[in-house]
């Protein structure tokens, strides 16, 4: 396991509550002793103040903390202040996205996509950041081909990643298939699975809809067959899920990156299965 890169991720709570609550979570979660937590960052910067306000928390807290940064809607000037702020605090690790454009949205702001973000954190600030860039196995959703998708990937390895996230699946072959296609394209940087814990069955069909993540028929119709039975959903879901991560970890990966969706309950249980195997 010490060999092995996991971090956590969490998203900026919208509320006073929801702070207090992320508090006691982030608590519970350092006792797993992550590489880091990263901080997700709202469509079109929405939660950029609270990205930011969670971050410094988390580092005055003592553990590291690394900010999602996406450029869609951003201007040079405003992504540059927002470079300059994270090193002020001692910032010095990055999750560059492009992000999403928010529903309504005309134009992408000055950078386009998530290469040109990288390139830019490159030509502002040197190598003080450590990059993490974004990977999807299965193909990102709005890619016009997989040739595509994977040339956009060497793009922002190109432009100066350090490593990459991969948006999350349930197919490890679907991740050894895409690094045998990175290798092959000369790229050697890490590229850590992305793992969402399965607990809340329509929750969880809404996410993978939305960004292109998908449920294997028999995972899916094994979870619909369960109801409302929370618990029965909850144990089939750490079942499949550490089994796939230790054929992850045990295929080569190098890391993995949970999910957390600010609770702690389900990502501990995945942690702790793993560990004891």
Request: with cysteine.
């Amino acid at each position: 396991m010490e060999t092995h890169n996991f971090s956590i991720e969490f998203f900026p709570p919208k509320t006073a509550e929801g702070a207090e609550k992320l508090r006691a979570v982030r608590e519970k979660l350092a006792l797993l002793n992550p590489k880091y937590f990263s901080v997700t960052f709202g469509a079109g910067g929405s939660t950029q103040q609270g990205t930011l306000d969670t971050v410094l928390e988390i580092k005055q807290a003592g553990y590291v903390a690394a900010p999602h940064l996406s450029c869609v809607g951003g201007s040079r000037e405003s992504i540059r202040a927002i470079l300059q702020q994270f090193k002020d605090n001692g910032i010095d690790r990055v999750v560059a996205l492009r992000g999403d454009l928010p529903s309504g949205y005309g134009g992408a702001g000055e950078f386009r996509y998530a290469n040109e973000l990288v390139e830019f954190i490159r030509a502002e600030t040197g190598d003080w950041f450590h990059i993490e860039v974004a990977a999807y196995p299965e193909v990102h959703p709005q890619a016009r081909s997989p040739q595509d998708d994977l040339q956009n990937f060497a793009r922002k390895v190109k432009a100066g990643a350090n490593a990459a996230i991969t948006q999350y699946f349930y197919n490890a072959d679907a991740y050894f298939a895409f690094m045998d296609e990175t290798r092959k394209l000369g790229i050697d940087v890490p590229v850590v699975a992305g793992i969402m814990p399965i607990t809340n069955y329509t929750q969880l069909m809404r996410f993978s809809e939305m960004c292109g993540a998908e449920i294997p028929r028999w995972v899916r119709l094994k979870l619909a067959s369960f109801g409302d039975d929370s618990a029965s959903i909850k144990a089939f879901g750490l079942d499949v899920v550490s089994q796939m991560c230790e054929r992850l970890l045990k295929g080569g990966a190098p890391g993995l990156h949970f999910y957390s969706m600010n609770q702690a309950a389900a990502t501990t249980a995945l942690w702790e299965r793993i560990a004891s195997r």
